[in-house]
């Protein structure tokens, strides 16, 4: 292999990762895959600024910082934008990692889709109904699933559950 062959077929393997990482992260059109659809000023006008770099920008809040991290009471975790139910406290876990993690959402409660922002393929979660960028799940989680959804807190709220009053 000479060294032209090879720098060609480098920029071209280059070139051709970027537009790939390019198209699996380019979003389709709101309204052709989510139920609610929002302008980017709208969703800044109901969501801190927090939530939207996480929710509509694909941030990720600093490890250790959400309250959500360490929250035991029995209940349901909601997007923070729309209120969907996506992940039961039955589900939670204590991961180590400093972001909320769960072995499994809540039947219909999230998405996924593949991200390349760090280069190579991460499973994305998203809301199922706002398209809101909650976290990654990984397949290092325990039984029963071994799966680890790996929230940011910041893109969730708590609902807990009522008790039961007493008879």
Known sequence: MT???????SAGLLG???LARYLATAP???AERFLINKTPAE?????TPEQYAVLREHGTERAGSSPLDHEKRTGLFLCAACGQPLFSSAAKFDSGTGWPSFTEPLPGGVGTSTD???IYPRTEVHCARCGGHLGHV???GPPPTGKRYCMNGVAMRFEPREA???G
């Open 3 to 9: 060294r032209r062959t090879f720098l060609l077929g």
């Open 16 to 18: 051709g990762g970027l």
């Open 28 to 30: 389709a059109t709101a």
């Open 43 to 47: 969703w800044k006008q109901m969501l």
């Open 116 to 118: 390349y922002k760090l």
């Open 138 to 140: 990984f397949n290092d």
């Open 164 to 166: 039961a009053p007493a």
